[in-house]
């Protein structure tokens, strides 16, 4: 027996029922804040649920998506929510990058309305030369939101409609746009508070970029389950500090390059850290030590964790390594409430013991790449997402990190695809090829190198450097440039350049 349309109306549920629901029993309760700005959970929604009304009546409608450009603040909350009472679809954008590529995931979405901090404004000005209907948020978003009627939304949701958009980077150079419904954010908050025990007397730290799923996805989570949020423009080791005393935090992590910053600050704690749910990222970015030194310093378990924009906090997110211990393997747990394979290129399971790209299936999945229907079969080919990531199952089950299917550099917190920076420096006719590579990095634990062909000794690889400054971020740019050869190339019998050798050999170079 199949349930009749009502009784299947009575199992939905969305985003901004769940945190209405948030407002109506904790009104009172501090939802939202970021230095002297204090929002309760009744002032959120209402600001909200008027935002909500002046976005229709600014044209901004149901599937339609609204760009937000702005560094770390509570109108990333607002915009969320107010959007999900509409059913319009926020793509965050990252002020990281070079106007060409914000032009290009712009574009890609083709919003009716853009938000955009003052702070990022020339750059984006500059990128799309008044192709869109832009707010400034300095000067003319408060007029905005006042501008909104109070009035409840009755706009009907479904829950497999989008709500946010995050830009992943492609294997083609090109970001793509990840669709992430309000049943996936709904299971995303769900698997967060079963994997690590989150409630609602908890509050999550927001300084990483909330133009990333880290910020955004929990930002959303903490708001349905009834928890505050503290927001800050980046990393504050003083406040972090003073949160760990006197608050429980549900979540937190470092990445490479602030490691050594914050355990010097944590270093100056008086107190014992009061309550830390979850705290940990991809072990295998961090040496050692430095897992042992920061679980120390924390008194809180590292959760060796494998997940992804496309995933949420599954795939391979259950493992530990106990305080104060030295890991000498990096073996990761998969999640509960979700099914894991690893699959050979014919989609048969390997072995265990044999390398296979990991699948997964379950609730907290994306819906697939905006505009971009080849990319979204190519995901759920089968009916399985496709990570595109290597591992290997032990013996006891856990899975062994191996690479990516597609190469792919993390540095710093950011995914750097080779691909982009190749097809950038193909550019110059002076270079006959190139092939980027990823290099241990004290800071940033990886950073991206390139090796190169050139056909004239006139061409330095501090001008190849600067030629990827001006097209692209800086944190994609080499950080070092090696000429060869044409002899050089390693190549597999199609003549596929060995990428994996010639990461070998750019590391014995020192």
Not at 212 to 231: K, W
Not at 438 to 447: F, I, K, L, Q, S
Request: proline residues 5%; hydrophobic residues 40%; glycine residues 8%.
């Amino acid at each position: 027996m199949r349930p009749t349309q009502q009784a299947r109306a009575a199992t939905l549920l969305t985003v901004p029922q769940l945190f209405e629901k948030q407002a109506r029993i904790r009104g009172d309760k501090i939802a939202c804040t970021m230095g002297d700005t204090r929002m309760s959970y009744q002032e959120l929604n209402t600001r909200a649920t008027r935002l909500a009304n002046a976005l229709l009546a600014q044209g901004v409608h149901y599937g339609d998506r609204i760009a937000l450009l702005s560094e770390n603040a509570p109108v990333f909350a607002e915009v969320l929510l107010a959007a999900s009472k509409i059913g319009a679809i926020v793509a965050t954008q990252n002020w990281r990058l070079s106007g060409a590529e914000l032009t290009h995931c712009l574009d890609l979405v083709d919003p009716a309305l853009c938000l955009v901090s003052s702070q990022f404004r020339s750059n984006y000005d500059d990128a799309t030369q008044g192709r869109f209907k832009t707010i400034d948020l300095d000067t003319d978003y408060a007029a905005l939101v006042q501008s909104g009627a109070a009035t409840p939304l009755t706009t009907p949701i479904d829950p497999e409609d989008g709500l946010l958009i995050v830009y992943t980077s492609g294997t083609t150079g090109l970001p793509k746009a990840a669709l992430i419904s309000h049943r996936a954010l709904i299971a995303r908050a769900q698997q967060y508070c079963t994997e690590f025990g989150i409630d609602p007397d908890d509050l999550f730290y927001a300084y990483s970029p909330m133009f990333h799923i880290a910020s955004a996805d929990l930002v959303l989570a903490t708001l349905m389950i009834g928890g505050s949020v503290v927001i800050s423009g980046g990393l504050d080791p003083a406040l972090l500090r003073e949160l760990l005393a006197t608050r429980k935090l549900s979540n937190l992590i470092f990445f490479p390059g602030m490691v050594d910053q914050v355990l010097s600050e944590l270093a100056k704690m008086d107190r014992p850290v009061r309550g830390l749910k979850k705290f940990g990222a991809l072990a295998d970015l961090f040496p050692p030590h430095q897992i042992a030194a920061m679980t120390q310093a924390v008194n809180t378990p590292f959760c060796n964790t494998f997940a992804s924009t496309e995933t949420g906090m599954m795939p391979a997110c259950g493992g530990r390594i106990p305080i104060g211990e030295e890991p000498d393997s990096f073996a990761k747990t998969e999640s509960n409430f979700c099914l894991v394979r690893l699959v050979d290129d014919a989609g048969g399971d390997v072995a265990d013991g044999e390398t296979g790209e990991l699948i997964c299936r379950g609730p907290t999945l994306f819906s697939g790449y905006w505009r971009n229907e080849a990319a979204t079969e190519e995901a759920f080919a089968g009916g399985w997402y496709h990570t595109g990531d290597l591992f290997r199952r032990n013996p006891d089950g856990t899975l062994d990190y191996v690479d990516r299917k597609k190469y792919l550099v993390k540095s710093g917190g950011e995914n750097i695809y080779p691909a982009e920076i190749e097809r950038v420096v193909m550019q110059r006719p002076e270079i006959d090829e190139a092939l980027v590579v990823r290099r241990a990095d004290a800071t940033w634990g990886e950073v991206p190198v390139l090796v190169a062909t050139r056909n004239t000794e006139t061409l330095t690889g501090e001008a190849l450097q600067n030629h990827c400054r001006e097209t692209m971020a800086r944190y994609k740019c080499p950080k070092a440039v090696f000429f060869v050869p044409a002899a050089f190339w390693p190549r597999n019998n199609t003549g596929k350049i060995l990428r994996r050798e010639v990461e070998e050999w750019v590391k014995a170079q020192g």
